[in-house]
């Protein structure tokens, strides 16, 4: 039998226009690629259907713009055990994640020029097993994962001495 989950601490509102600029930039990503496939098969010979291709991928991005932000900012939470911390998030596949704190080796604040822009923040986890961030929490505000940030790292040191 599984513990429930405690209340998570959810993200900021701005955390939710930060993630549907990035599905508007995804859609103009996408829609440009499928235009420049589409230009390739009209000069390869196929005059017909080609242009279909972006406009039908512009339009279902569309819907996927409207639709998954909103639900991905409901769903992203995290809470900071005693002894360690829960990332949940996923729209489709939730996942819920626990890190050890005592597996904690540093943690990392970024911000990219949009997250700046917003005033937002990223906080990268890393452990000794992994070879990548193993949790990630993105769109808090600055002071927010600056104070996560120092308590995950003055835990880290606690545990050690």
Do not use: K
Not at 55 to 79: D, I, K, M, N
Not at 98 to 125: K, N
Not at 154 to 159: L, T
Request: hydrophobic content about 45%.
């Amino acid at each position: 039998m599984t513990a429930p989950l405690p209340t998570l601490e959810r993200l900021p509102r701005g955390a939710l226009t930060l993630f549907r600029i990035r599905a508007i930039l995804r859609m103009g990503i996408y829609g440009g690629l499928a235009f420049v496939v589409a230009l390739g098969l009209s000069l390869a010979g196929n005059e017909r259907w080609p242009y279909l291709l972006p406009c039908a991928v512009v339009l279902v991005l569309s819907v996927l713009t409207a639709w998954y932000p909103q639900r991905a900012h409901e769903r992203w939470g995290w809470a900071l055990r005693e002894h360690d911390l829960i990332i949940s998030h996923g729209v489709l596949l939730r996942e819920v994640v626990s890190i050890p704190a005592g597996r904690i080796q540093h943690v990392d604040v970024h911000q990219g020029p949009i997250e700046r822009s917003l005033g937002l923040a990223r906080l990268q986890i890393y452990t000794a097993a992994g070879s990548g961030a193993d949790g990630e929490i993105p769109g808090l505000t600055r002071e927010t994962a600056d104070a996560l940030r120092e308590r995950l790292v003055r835990r880290e040191i606690d545990d050690v001495v």
